[in-house]
């Protein structure tokens, strides 16, 4: 089993729709976790960080369920420009490593 | 302007021959990685270092070296590439771990295709 789980996708939205991923993480111990975002042929960036408490920055919502073991970005109102690859990031509880998921694809469609 | 640059950003190349990609940052940064990613298994890391003349391996390290002599450089040395060492390649640097802000800076990435 991968230590960090993410669904590839592609999930096809229409704008101003509401969308939300998973990402599911196998190690308890884990202690950090992040969500990146990655364009067409580009790098990744750091689009924001995930506590306990849950975490808002504008239209993007993230949380963390550690009984179930999971983290989740929410996004409202999709814009066009929101279409990347959104990329699930955990902080290994053994290594202090960080492990990517293999990203999730969304297309914000007119 | 505060960035990770690599070269070159895409190499065909063939079987056993060396080559070298380069990284480098202006941002004074201790931590420095590189990564490949592939389609369906994401971004995994091959060799990364805390700061000069330190480098570990990470979870691919097989077919690859590294080098830090100096704290902006951090080239990735492919001796004897084969075709599995196709992918794309990502430098990434981090003010102190990156365990602690989660944030690594990343270059363009470097596309490196062995025949």
């Known amino acids: 089993r991968k230590e960090v789980e993410q669904d590839p996708g592609p999930f096809n939205v229409p704008e101003g729709a509401t969308v939300a991923f998973n990402c599911t993480y196998s190690?308890?111990?884990?202690?950090?976790f992040f969500w990146y975002r990655q364009d067409c042929r580009k790098e990744p960036k750091l689009l924001m960080s995930?506590?306990?408490s849950g975490n808002e920055d504008g239209r993007f919502t993230a949380q963390l369920n550690r009984a179930s073991q999971y983290i989740s970005l929410l996004i409202r109102d999709s814009k066009l420009s929101d279409s990347a690859t959104y990329l699930c990031?955990?902080?290994?509880?053994?290594?202090?490593?960080?492990?990517f998921g293999q990203g999730t694809t969304l297309q914000v469609k007119p | 302007e505060a960035q990770v640059t690599q070269n070159p950003r895409y190499l065909i190349t063939v079987t056993g021959k060396k080559l070298t990609v380069t990284c480098s940052q202006n941002?004074?940064?201790?931590?420095m990685s590189w990564y490949r990613q592939d389609p369906g298994l994401g971004l995994r890391q091959i060799y990364y270092?805390?700061?000069?003349?330190?480098?570990d391996k990470g979870d691919v390290p097989e077919g690859y070296k590294v080098s830090r002599k100096e704290k902006r450089n951090f080239p990735l040395i492919l001796e004897s590439p084969s075709p599995n060492q196709t992918s794309l390649y990502f430098c990434?640097?981090?003010?102190?771990?990156?365990?602690?802000?989660?944030?690594?800076?990343f270059g363009e990435g470097s596309r490196l295709t062995v025949l």
């Open positions: 990434a640097s981090s003010k102190g771990q990156p365990r602690d802000t989660g944030e690594l800076f």
């Open positions: 190690n308890s111990a884990s202690q950090s």
């Open positions: 995930v506590y306990s």
């Open positions: 990031v955990v902080v290994s509880g053994n290594t202090g490593k960080l492990i």
């Open positions: 941002m004074n940064h201790e931590y």
């Open positions: 270092s805390m700061n000069v003349e330190v480098t």
